[in-house]
Structures are given as C-alpha cells and as structure tokens.
C-alpha cells in the first residue's frame, strides 16, 4: 500500500506570492491534517479535515486555508508569503481520529 | 490549549546504553501520547504510543511510561544502536481529537560506537 504522498517535494517562492500544496492520504483513511514544521522546532498543528469537514484549525492566520476532497485527497493554500512561512508542510492521515501518519512532506523556501 | 515541553533537547549516549526522554503536557484532559522518530530530511515515524488508561508499554527495545497525576510521559529505550540517531517528538491529543497533535520541540539522540 502506498503511504502518505505529497507534492511538490520542494518549492522555491518570493514573498506575497500564493502557493498550493497536495496531499493524498492512505487509501482508506479519511482525516487528513496539515502541520509546520519550522527548522529545530516539532510539528505545529494547522488543519484537520474529515469528511471534507474542517474539524480543527490551529493558532495560523487567515491566510492559510485548506480543502478536502470527495476522494479525500487535500490542498492547504498560503496567500501572501512571507519570509516566515518557510518551512516543512507535512500533510498526516488516519483514520478518523486514530494514528496518524505523515508523508514526507513539503519543503517550502520563501526570498 | 495544550503546551507539551520536551527535554533534553540533545541527547548523546554509547551504544548498548540506555536513553531516556521525558515530556510534559499541561491540559489534564489529553489521554493519547505517540511518540516519533524523525531521521533527517525524512518523515516522523510512529515508534510507540500510549492512551491515558495504561501506565506502561513496551515494544521489543522500546517503552513509554506514563503518569498522569504528575502529567509526565517518558519515551525509554535500551540498548541503543547507532540506527536509534534520529531526532525524537512526544506529543499529546485529546480523545474524539487525537488527529490534533501538539508536539514537544525535540530530542536530538545521537548514538556514538
């Protein structure tokens, strides 16, 4: 079985542009969530969604936003970058609120 | 909301010892704690976990303990091998939420031969 995959695996972007990351869960699971995981620092908590539901969001602001869906892949966007935005996109799924597991994730370098 | 802290942030131990991290979570009502393994540049790894209503669990050379009256949970591991060398996260969830995470900031575990 294929694990957690996301896309792109690195991207490269300039402050106040918009980028787009994927994510396509564990077949059969059905919560995907979104974390930031700066350089040194653990995995924070972004987005959660079931069901095409958003269910969690974390301490971000407006400028992120995500989607789920009907095939329960997601896309969390991040308008108007900035410097501080740089950093490592994991995308983790489970099933409903069990284990979660995290794709390699996304590497998103903003200048 | 929920605040885990996580020490030490290095930890460098001989092979075949033993090492231990600890972490503390403040918000009594979190009952699921994974740990994972994060070799550099790849994806965390579920190691181990535990919910609320076990004080122990082990896996072969891996165990996590847990005391919730103090709010401590510790991730135990013997006979380290040079493999072990990875950076290591405790986290915390909620029941009913447990797809909400909150990490603690690290271990970086460096096994020397």
């Known amino acids: 079985d294929a694990g957690v995959t996301q896309s792109p695996t690195h991207l490269i972007k300039t402050r106040g542009q918009h980028v787009t990351l994927r994510c396509s869960p564990i077949s059969g699971h059905k919560s995907v969530s979104w974390y930031q995981q700066v350089l040194g620092q653990g995995p924070q908590f972004i987005f959660q969604?079931?069901?095409?539901?958003?269910?969690g969001r974390g301490n971000f602001p407006d400028r992120f936003s995500a989607r789920q869906f009907p095939n329960y892949s997601s896309e969390l966007n991040v308008n108007a970058l900035l410097l501080g935005d740089s950093a490592l996109y994991l995308c983790?799924?489970?099933?409903?609120?069990?284990?979660?597991?995290f794709g390699a994730g996304t590497r998103l370098s903003v200048l | 909301g929920e605040n885990v802290e996580q020490h030490p942030s290095t930890l460098s131990v001989q092979e075949g010892d033993s090492a231990v991290i600890k972490c503390t979570y403040s918000?009594?009502?979190?009952?699921?704690f994974p740990w994972y393994k994060q070799e550099l540049g790849k994806r965390p790894q579920l190691i181990i976990d535990?919910?609320?209503?076990?004080g122990e669990k082990k896996d072969q050379r891996i165990a996590v303990t847990l005391n919730k009256t103090a709010k401590h949970f510790s991730l135990h591991i013997t006979e380290t091998q040079p493999e072990d060398s990875a950076v290591y996260f405790c986290?915390?969830?909620?029941?009913?939420?447990?797809?909400?995470?909150?990490f603690g900031t690290g271990t970086r575990l460096q096994v020397t031969l």
């Open positions: 983790a799924s489970s099933v409903r609120a069990g284990i979660q597991y």
């Open positions: 986290a915390a969830s909620m029941s009913g939420t447990a797809s909400k995470l909150t």
């Open positions: 969604y079931y069901e095409k539901e958003e269910r």
């Open positions: 535990i919910r609320s209503n076990v």
């Open positions: 918000d009594s009502a979190s009952n699921y």
